[in-house]
């Protein structure tokens, strides 16, 4: 999640960025385990997100441990549903993480229509912490990020900001690297982008960005 905020220079509520906080902690919770998944009902095409072995109070930061004890008292949802609750709570858990880190403060939204459902966005600080975040969505590109890198550069490339992060990559050559690495990754982090680029195909033929 902070690696998915750092990398594209922020979060300001419009198209471009609309689910990073969300699913980028959707994404947080999946690696580290604060939700399991299952699969249910006719062909088993439904996925379930359930709590993980994690003890949320033992989550690595505050927003995963919000999210854990949410999985936790909740009632049962997909992953679409808790995108959409996570879109409730995750800007303000993201913002204040990154401000209580010193690399981001608040801002007005660029976009108008962003102001109409969000009254703040993000921006990144922290020029080191970006240039930190920018060699690790590169090493994930090249083949050589970590399952962290892998799983949130994808969700850059899901939100169609990948081509901005890193410009002098193709972006063909790029999601090729990065889905041929999917299978790496824990089943709830692999649901999860299975479920964003299957918003960004929606988009595409939506006409969206």
Same mark, same amino acid.
């Given at each position: 999640?902070?690696?998915?905020?750092?990398?594209?220079?922020?979060?300001?509520?419009?198209?471009?960025?609309?689910?990073?906080?969300?699913?980028?902690?959707?994404?947080?919770?999946?690696?580290?385990?604060?939700?399991?998944?299952?699969?249910?009902?006719?062909?088993?095409?439904?996925?379930?997100?359930?709590?993980?072995?994690?003890?949320?109070?033992?989550?690595?930061?505050?927003?995963?441990?919000?999210?854990?004890?949410?999985?936790?008292?909740?009632?049962?949802?997909? &992953?679409?549903?808790?995108?959409? !609750?996570? +879109?409730?709570?995750?800007?303000?858990?993201?913002?204040? =993480? %990154?401000? $209580?880190?010193?690399?981001?403060?608040?801002?007005?939204?660029?976009?108008?229509r962003a102001r109409l459902v969000n009254d703040f966005g993000m921006d990144i600080d922290d020029t080191q912490a970006h240039r930190h975040a920018l060699?690790?969505?590169?090493?994930?590109?090249?083949?050589?990020?970590?399952?962290s890198d892998v799983a949130l550069t994808l969700l850059l490339d899901a939100q169609n900001v990948l081509p901005?992060? &890193?410009?002098?990559?193709?972006? !063909?050559? +790029?999601?090729?690297?990065?889905?041929?690495?999917?299978? =790496? %990754?824990? $089943?709830?982090?692999?649901?999860?982008?299975?479920?964003?680029?299957?918003?960004?195909?929606?988009?595409?033929?939506?006409?969206?960005?």
């Amino acid at each position: 999640m902070l690696l998915a905020a750092k990398s594209s220079g922020g979060w300001h509520g419009d198209q471009a960025t609309e689910v990073l906080p969300s699913a980028g902690l959707l994404l947080d919770g999946a690696l580290t385990g604060a939700f399991s998944v299952q699969r249910q009902g006719w062909f088993r095409r439904t996925v379930t997100v359930h709590p993980g072995d994690m003890n949320p109070a033992l989550a690595p930061d505050q927003a995963v441990r919000d999210l854990a004890r949410r999985v936790h008292e909740a009632t049962l949802g997909t &992953v679409w549903t808790w995108l959409e !609750r996570a +879109a409730v709570f995750a800007p303000d858990l993201v913002c204040r =993480e %990154l401000e $209580t880190a010193g690399v981001a403060h608040r801002c007005t939204p660029r976009d108008w229509r962003a102001r109409l459902v969000n009254d703040f966005g993000m921006d990144i600080d922290d020029t080191q912490a970006h240039r930190h975040a920018l060699q690790r969505v590169l090493d994930a590109v090249e083949g050589r990020g970590n399952q962290s890198d892998v799983a949130l550069t994808l969700l850059l490339d899901a939100q169609n900001v990948l081509p901005h992060v &890193v410009p002098a990559v193709s972006r !063909r050559r +790029a999601r090729r690297q990065l889905l041929a690495r999917v299978h =790496e %990754l824990p $089943t709830p982090a692999r649901e999860v982008v299975d479920m964003m680029q299957s918003w960004r195909h929606r988009r595409e033929m939506e006409g969206g960005d």
